[in-house]
């Protein structure tokens, strides 16, 4: 299996909602990563995640939550964005320093 | 710090033509990877090659060719014999070996290059 899962593929959120992205891998890599990819922009790394702790935040703003609860898992917890944060976010996974697999994205619309 | 260009925003072609995509790079590190990744309207991106700093032979993958050239920082990216299926983004991209390892892999993406492929 070398899929990289999202889900939802598609979230519209009000301001003032609470949602979660979700990002699941089984093959076995240590390192997983959320990227934020604007239309017509390429991907800007938000977080690294490594043996299950966070190992990079890009100043990412705390409305922003990652948390890894497993090896298998990433969740992007999202809480009172802003219309400027919508935008495609994909979430990877790596062996280490190696090619990273990206799944497919979630579209976020932020109304 | 480090950086990639891509200076062709968007490249049209029409079926069968080679087409070449440009790359180059900015880094202080004498050991770095370099990457691209295919982008279709599906929007996963989808790993096409990896290549460290100390390898400069060029690889050919059927219709995919890549030159690597540490003289001018390049790592252009052609395709022969385009076809349709080969329209998509393509984004090339650079990880320092400081960012590179047990922790993961920090990726720096070039603007991207779409290209279009008519029948």
């Known amino acids: 299996d070398t899929e990289v899962t999202q889900t939802p593929k598609h979230l519209v959120m009000g301001m003032t909602n609470k949602k979660s992205l979700k990002c699941e891998q089984h093959m076995g890599h240590r390192a997983m990563y959320w990227y934020k990819q604007k239309a017509k922009k390429p991907p800007e790394l938000m977080f690294v995640y490594s043996y299950e702790k966070l190992s990079i935040n890009e100043s990412v703003p705390s409305r922003f939550s990652p948390e890894c609860p497993n090896s298998s898992l990433l969740n992007l917890h999202l809480h009172a964005l802003q219309p400027e944060d919508s935008a495609l976010y994909l979430c990877a996974s790596s062996h280490k320093g190696e090619k990273l697999f990206f799944g497919s994205g979630t579209q976020l619309s932020v109304l | 710090a480090q950086k990639v260009t891509q200076a062709q925003t968007e490249i049209s072609v029409v079926e069968k033509e080679d087409v070449t995509l440009d790359c180059v790079y900015e880094t202080r590190d004498t050991t770095y990877y370099l990457f691209w990744y295919k982008q279709p309207p599906s929007g996963e991106l989808v790993f096409l090659i990896r290549?460290?700093?100390?390898?400069?032979q060029n690889e050919i993958s059927g219709r995919y060719s890549w030159n690597f050239q540490k003289s001018t920082s390049s790592f252009n990216f052609t395709i022969t014999a385009s076809q349709v299926v080969d329209s998509a983004v393509y984004f090339c991209?650079?990880?320092?070996?400081?960012?590179?390892?047990?922790?993961?892999?920090?990726?720096?993406f070039g603007a991207g290059t779409i290209l279009r492929v008519k029948s």
């Open positions: 991209a650079l990880s320092e070996a400081g960012m590179s390892g047990e922790y993961g892999n920090k990726l720096v």
């Open positions: 290549r460290n700093s100390f390898d400069e």
